[in-house]
């Protein structure tokens, strides 16, 4: 897999640098550097990359503020010689943080953990060679922890979305698995007859429903709301069930 990538940052030396990185790393593809948010705010609207090495403190557009302006799809790496911004990185989903002065060892590490989650997002996106593969009647197998996992329909509670994942939680387990895969993709293999969603973040198996008051459905102590656009669908359901 290769992956375009671009560098924006200030600093001539800091571009030349990494540029160099870039050069001698097999699986990147330098599609673009820019000396300034605002040089590469047009080319972020119009264009598609996989990374972007984004300096933090940079004059006009900072770079915490034109991450916001990029494409969910794309990754951002930051590079910064100023650790405090580390947190404000996460809460924009940043994959990475390097701090300067930035060495190949660091860089690799990184950009590596980009591959690692665009081989993710593709195989789950596969219909060949997907996150749900070996499906049966009973259940599926997802990915998760560098590991196929077995789950069984019935111990599944309710799947919950979450970014580019699905926390899918489950009966007698304290803490759901996180899988990278779509909600879309996991809502047309789950067979309808058990399954429904009822929410943009949320499928639920209908079995696992203990109340339903209002717009709200109960399974366990957790109280899951029922979207707007999903009501008439489930109603039909529910309907159907007290006949």
């Known amino acids: 897999m290769k992956l375009t990538c671009w560098i924006i940052d200030d600093e001539p030396l800091a571009i030349e640098l990494l540029e160099s990185y870039v050069a001698k790393t097999s699986f990147l593809e330098l599609t673009g550097s820019y000396s300034s948010a605002i040089e590469a705010m047009q080319d972020a609207t119009t264009k598609s990359v996989d990374i972007i090495f984004l ?4 004059p006009e557009i900072t770079g915490m503020e034109f991450a916001r302006f990029v494409k969910e799809e794309t990754r951002i790496i930051f590079t910064t010689a100023f650790s405090e911004y580390a947190l404000e990185g996460y809460r924009v989903d940043a994959l990475d943080y390097l701090l300067k002065p930035i060495t190949y060892t660091k860089f690799l ?3 590596k953990k980009a591959l690692k989650w665009f081989e993710m997002k593709e195989s789950a996106q596969s219909k060949d060679a997907g996150s749900i593969i070996g499906q049966e009647e009973e259940q599926m197998f997802v990915k998760a922890d560098h590991k196929l996992i077995r789950i069984l329909f019935n111990d599944i509670l309710y799947i919950e979305g979450w970014k580019d994942y699905v926390k899918i939680h489950l009966a007698d387990r304290p803490h759901p698995i996180l ?4 909600m879309k993709g996991l809502e047309e293999t789950l067979p309808s007859t058990r399954f429904i969603r009822i929410h943009r973040s949320f499928i639920i198996q209908k079995s696992k ?3 339903i008051s ?3 459905v109960s399974i366990g102590n957790k109280e899951l709301p029922v979207g707007e656009s999903y009501k ?3 109603n039909k359901v529910i309907d159907s069930a007290t006949d």
């Open 179 to 182: 899988s990278l895969m779509s």
């Open 109 to 111: 590490e990184a950009t």
């Open 214 to 216: 209002k717009n709200r």
């Open 209 to 211: 429903i203990d109340s």
């Open 232 to 234: 008439q669908e489930f």
């Open 55 to 58: 300096d933090i403190q940079m």
